[in-house]
């Protein structure tokens, strides 16, 4: 019964489905030029990409070149994109304490 009425709903919505003349398209317009003196990305700007859950990104620069960016996700904990070697090789840390202690114990009390 099921694929009678199917079949039979395919039969009338063919014929519809095929009758129907499709769209006059135009081309699009070509893309004007930028104005002088735009550019669409800084030669000293780095490409990184943050996903857009992202509730704010916080830049440091030193020297007029991005070190590091300190991203904080919406609900999240924040985390640092960090460049260590300044030749644009973003290394993520989850804070910016590495961990490292020099070892201290006392030797010797009155």
Do not use: C, H
């Amino acid at each position: 019964m099921i694929r009678s009425a199917a079949a039979l709903a395919l039969m009338v919505a063919a014929p519809l489905a095929l009758a129907q003349a499709p769209p006059r398209l135009e081309p699009l317009p070509d893309v004007p030029p930028p104005p002088p003196g735009v550019q669409d990305i800084q030669p000293d700007e780095p490409r990184v990409r943050i996903a857009p859950d992202v509730e704010s990104v916080e830049e440091v620069r030193e020297g007029g070149r991005v070190v590091m960016y300190k991203v904080t996700p919406r609900g999240g904990v924040p985390y640092y994109l960090v460049d260590t070697t300044g030749n644009g090789n973003w290394a993520r840390r989850d804070a910016l304490d590495d961990g490292v202690r020099a070892p201290m114990w006392r030797i010797f009390s009155y």
